[in-house]
């Protein structure tokens, strides 16, 4: 059996028999229907501290009570998400994650095709939301210049080409880094918390801005700049949600990690309220010493941070040490999530749902990594930001969509779990019991629904060519193509993920 890549597909219940009872010692990927291929090099910390590089930290800022509270709120929600997905994740610990726990978890008419939408839109999201990442990198480094050569525009040429060195540069780190990998997880939890005091101290120390009352530190709030009146509240809470966005990715790495049924569900649960607090420490300090709201919309390349802090230290100099800490933790950020978009890159082509799969799931024996797959994720985030040439506004959309997309990839397994009234879940080793996973799904659910109503609006009014959001267009367009793949070939050779083999159900 452990020769064999994948296993033939039996019932249900054979899986959920086997893993209601798997123990630390149970080779849990076997038992899913899969061969370990990967290095199981990561541990409970080392899996918190990535999920929280790949949160790193909030690109834009939409006023002190958007900020401030609008960052409590989506802790609370994206806190329900997190526990949500941590009791699939010990249910069905796994790098395919999302689609995997869709096709365990839909009655057997639906789950090939529902785990074939779960998989596209997680795939999609896992690329697109790494492409933001990327390229709000480069937009950062390209916002420093500026500070110190403000009628400086950079064409869209240059930003691409600091674009494609960090896609280069991250795939190299990826690709040859992979045994050290762990060890800059971990320098870049550290690092943050030291950048975040550094932030606290320098920004609270100069204030050159002068220092907002309470009042304005923690309700400022202009309706009339966004043109949506009361609503620009939830305008303004856009950044918070969008650093919360991936805290699924890390599901993709279950099978780099001893016991992940246990230590891959705590993970994720405690990414929100550990990067959530120490996130506070970053936004106040800002919320108090910022500049006027409408300043801060005219920023270099739409990046606000190095404006701010080049405004509150009083000096480009000052600005650009502040702005420095913020890159460094996005290059961390840059790779970490390179890393788990690979790896559901090499998931999905496992299973055979992605064209030319036989060689994106090939896995670099002696290092342990899939490098084709790590090869077509930064491809494909080179190829799309081509879009930029030609347009900005459209490239914007690629970050709405990368949120809308995973929010969708997490939805549909939690609903599917409480539409047979949570009984897979029930049974996990790390669960949260009957009646609080009723309510947390419930929220969760909600939240995503709302989330992706947010991600779908312009952020300003009126609207036209510039301000449209065409995130949703763009979404629509890959859910078309990925279901014309399937009509024309996928449906020939996508079973589905594998189950056990010859388990039988435990009355």
């Known amino acids: 059996m452990a020769d064999m ?29 899969y061969k370990p291929e990967l290095k199981r090099n990561r ?26 509270l609008g960052w409590i709120l989506v802790l609370i929600v994206d806190e329900c998400i997190a526990l949500s997905l941590g009791e699939l994740a010990s249910r069905y610990p796994t790098s395919a994650g999302p689609y995997y726990w869709s096709f365990q978890l839909a009655p057997p008419r639906f789950r090939t095709v529902l785990s074939f939408v779960t998989g596209w839109t997680w795939l999609i999201g896992n690329w697109t939301i790494t492409l933001s990442v990327n390229f709000g990198f480069a937009s950062l480094i390209a916002a420093c210049v500026a500070l110190y050569h ?15 060195a960090i896609c280069g540069i991250t795939f190299l780190i990826c690709a040859y880094g992979n045994r050290l990998l762990p060890a800059v997880d971990t320098a870049c939890a550290a690092f943050t ?77 405690l990414c929100v309220p550990v990067g959530g607090v120490a996130g506070l420490f970053f936004i106040i300090p800002i919320c108090a010493t910022m500049p006027a709201l409408e300043y801060i919309l005219d920023a270099p390349v739409a990046q606000a941070l190095p404006y701010i802090f080049a405004a509150v230290m009083g000096s480009p100099a000052g600005g650009l040490g502040l702005s420095i800490l913020v890159l460094i933790i996005t290059f961390f950020c840059s790779i970490s999530i390179t890393v788990a978009a690979s790896r559901c890159t090499w998931a ?56 809308i997309s995973l929010a969708v990839s997490y939805a549909i397994p939690i609903s599917i779990s409480m539409w047979h009234r949570r009984r897979e879940v029930n049974a996990a080793r790390w669960t949260m019991g009957a009646k ?25 009014l009126p609207v036209d060519e510039v301000t449209m959001n065409y995130a949703i ?35």
């Open 5 to 33: 890549e994948k296993k033939p597909p039996v019932g249900n219940g054979a899986v959920e028999a086997q893993l209601g009872n798997a123990t630390p010692e149970t080779d849990i990927i076997n038992l899913l229907g």
């Open 43 to 68: 541990s409970m910390f080392t899996l918190l501290f990535q999920s929280l590089a790949i949160a790193a930290i909030p690109y834009g800022f939409g006023g002190q009570l958007p900020m401030f």
């Open 150 to 164: 403000p009628d400086f525009i950079i064409e869209p040429w240059q930003l691409l080409l600091i674009f494609y």
């Open 193 to 269: 918390a030291v950048a975040i005091l550094v932030t606290l101290v320098c920004l609270s120390a100069k204030a050159e801005v002068g220092r907002n009352e309470v009042g304005e530190t923690l309700g400022g709030y202009d309706t009339s700049l966004s043109g949506w009146g009361g609503f620009s509240f939830f305008i303004g809470v856009l950044p918070a949600a969008y650093t919360f966005s991936a805290i699924g990715m890390v599901s993709a790495m279950a099978e780099e990690c001893d016991d992940p049924a246990v230590k891959l569900p705590r993970a994720i649960a």
């Open 348 to 403: 999905f082509a496992r299973d055979k749902a992605i064209p030319v799969s036989r060689l994106w799931n090939r896995v670099d024996a002696r290092r342990g990594v899939p490098i084709w797959a790590l090869a077509l994720t930064t491809v494909v985030q080179m190829l799309l930001g081509l879009i930029n040439l030609g347009s900005s506004s459209a490239f914007l959309a690629f970050v709405s969509v990368g949120v």
């Open 436 to 460: 609080v996973g009723w309510v947390v799904n419930v929220i969760a659910v909600l939240w995503i629904v709302f989330e992706t109503v947010l991600f779908s609006m312009p952020q300003l």
């Open 473 to 507: 267009v763009v979404f629509m367009g890959f859910m078309v193509l990925s279901a014309v793949w399937y009509g024309v070939y996928a449906r020939k050779v996508y079973v589905g993920p594998p189950e056990s083999d010859g388990i039988k159900v435990e009355r």
